[in-house]
Nanobody, 124 residues
Framework: QVHLVESGGGLVQAGGSLRLSCAASGRTFSYYAMGWFRQAPGKEREFVGAIDGYGGSRYYADSVKGRFTISRDNAKKTVYLQMNSLKPEDTAVYYC?????????????????WGQGTQVTVSS
């Protein structure tokens, strides 16, 4: 079992930055891929980014590529999402998820455990 807790969300103006954190507890952290997803009101949950177990491979949605960076600190069992140049369309609840294996993917079904989410609101 894995317990995930996100933090760092909030209200920011367009063009600003936020860093989300996701602290994990439970099983061995370093082997498994970690992902970030988001869900805006009235929309389906969508993939944001993912990172493999050791941080050597990262994968991003086209909509955030070049603006968002995912990283992890296995010693702290924490994964981060640095979000720069934020846009109003980035407004959503952001979820971190722990993968079922080491390969980072954009499929929600590949992630077995989910956090409760943190709200990010970008004002224009």
């Amino acid at each position: 079992q894995v317990h995930l807790v996100e933090s760092g969300g909030g209200l920011v103006q367009a063009g600003g930055s936020l860093r989300l954190s996701c602290a994990a507890s439970g099983r061995t952290f370093s082997y498994y891929a970690m992902g970030w997803f988001r869900q805006a009101p009235g929309k389906e949950r969508e993939f944001v980014g993912a990172i493999d177990g050791y941080g050597g491979s990262r994968y991003y949605a086209d909509s955030v590529k070049g603006r968002f960076t995912i990283s992890r600190d296995n010693a702290k069992k924490t994964v981060y999402l640095q979000m720069n140049s934020l846009k109003p369309e980035d407004t959503a609840v952001y979820y971190c998820a722990a993968g079922s294996h080491s390969i980072p993917t954009n499929y929600a079904t590949d992630y077995a455990f989910w956090g409760q989410g943190t709200q990010v609101t970008v004002s224009s």
